[in-house]
């Protein structure tokens, strides 16, 4: 028989959303399935509703319902590394000091676990470190490049608070089909979510070089929405190369014929960061199959 757990919020758990407190309890189970639990009541704290975006505190008790409570894969359940990929993750660690982690993410490896994936690179490098990382931004499986993880909960929101005041810098570069060289512009378009909800979304675009029918750009997001970067330039006409969701099949099919593999031609390039009083850049290589260089 399933039964449901109640549990005291205390330590790095404060001020969590309570979508990600669930999730950081199984990250197999479905984004979707969290959202459900919270809007029909199955999860509760304090013995009331809440919304996805409420941020837990300390000595709250949150019901946990069984799908969680009774699931096989809890975040404690460490994950076993090979010593190759112990190797493959040290490399990637592109700076490290006690608040903070940022690694350059490979392509094709999810952030987190999911549907059919046992365990994310977040679980990996908390098996590496063994310690609690948590995320300050997202990227896409698709998409690599720098990646920011906080070591503690007081870490975290205040990148998240500095983040909110345009102290953080993220550039991304991509290459984009298009049939003359695109113009500097700030693509400012709302997105639908897939509620139906609408979101305000600024992308900042410049060319960095054009090619014979594509063109290698810089990008600056002023908002995080989902897919924003890939659904903005599909709008735009000059969609990414490689973006099986958004993009064009037939230009992409006839790319992938001729680089011999598919992948999408988006990396988070950049980012500037303030850390320990002072504004530090990072930034990351072209993976080795990227078509175009520096």
Known sequence: MAYSEVYTVEGNDVGQRIDNFLMS?????????????????????????????????????????????DSGMKADQPVVLTSQQKEMLERIILFESNEYMLVNKPFGIAVHAGSGIRNGLVDQLISLRSMPLYLVHRLDKDVSGCLLLAKNRQALNDMIDKWSTGAVKKIYHALVFCESRPSQRVISRTLTTSSGRQQTAMTELSCIEMFDSYACVKLRITTGRKHQIRRHLADEKIPIIG????????????????????????????????????????????????????
């Open 243 to 294: 973006d099986i969701k958004y993009g064009d099949f037939a230009k992409n099919k006839r790319f992938r014929k001729q680089a011999g593999e598919q992948y999408l031609y988006l990396i988070a390039k950049e980012l500037v960061l303030p850390i320990a009083g002072e504004s530090r850049g990072f930034k990351v290589d072209y993976p080795d199959w990227w078509s175009c260089t520096e």
């Open 25 to 69: 309890k199984n990250r197999a189970i479905p984004k979707s399935r969290y959202y459900r639990a919270i809007r029909s009541g199955e999860v509760r704290v304090n013995k009331k509703r809440v919304t996805a975006s409420y941020r837990i505190q300390a000595n709250d008790q949150v019901r946990i319902p069984p799908f969680v409570a």
